[in-house]
């Protein structure tokens, strides 16, 4: 193939790649293991056996390393086929991204719930462990969901059912809540001085809940 006199290879170096056509998994190694989580709207994760692709239930220890493996760079081809409104949403988290994302699959229904309280979206990722559950539970979050709504959501993690709630959750500076928060947080979110003062934070960091949960997180 022929190109013009003016066409050189500094030019063919310097140009954008083309789109992906077709959606692609994201991969990542965790312990020198290869991992993978498939295009929306399965988003199944998987591991490589040999030379199969074996689906996994993730532990959150390796979404979390997911989440710090994975580049924005990683994310960008990947995220092309999510839809928009998902997209964004998924744009806010950091470290909590490859959770939030797991969260959004499984519970579609849940979103404009989680994009009004993106925090909301680190207690649905550790379910399991808030819950002292064996395995993920993501049929019945739906079932209570579809029931209840969010507050019926917030019972069953075992959080003040209230507005006082969702208002503290949404005031948070980052949606990307540290693991260690969680228990504490809400824990803290059943004393009433608590609540009073927490509404009161317009943004609340990472230095107000350690703040607050600290007696929690010595006990």
Same mark, same amino acid.
């Given at each position: ?21 077709? /959606? ?18 399965? @988003? ?147 004393? /009433? ?7 009161? @934070? ?18």
């Amino acid at each position: 193939m022929s190109h013009p006199p003016w066409y050189s290879v500094d030019m063919i170096l310097t140009q954008r790649p083309m789109k992906n056509t077709l /959606p692609i998994a994201l991969s990542w190694a965790h312990y020198g293991e290869l991992h993978r989580v498939t295009p929306w709207p399965e @988003v199944r994760f998987e591991r490589l056996y040999g030379d199969d692709w074996i689906a996994i239930n993730p532990t959150s220890e390796l979404l979390e390393a997911a989440s710090l493996a994975c580049r924005n760079r990683d994310w960008r081809p990947y995220l092309e086929f999510v839809p928009t409104v998902v997209r964004t949403f998924l744009a806010g988290f950091s470290f909590n991204r490859m959770e939030a994302l797991q969260v959004a699959a499984r519970c579609p229904a849940l979103l404009p719930d989680l994009i009004d309280t993106p925090a909301l979206t680190s207690f649905l990722a550790d379910h399991v462990s808030l819950r002292g559950a064996t395995a993920a539970c993501w049929t019945e979050i739906v079932a209570v969901h579809e029931r209840n709504g969010v507050f019926g959501v917030l019972e069953w993690l075992g959080l003040p059912a209230s507005r006082q709630t969702l208002k503290i959750l949404s005031q948070l500076e980052s949606p990307d809540l540290p693991k260690r928060f969680l228990e504490p947080l809400r824990t803290q979110l059943w004393e /009433p001085r608590t609540i009073f003062a927490l509404q009161r @934070v317009p943004a609340i960091t990472d230095r107000h809940l350690a703040s607050y949960c600290r007696h929690a997180i010595a006990a």
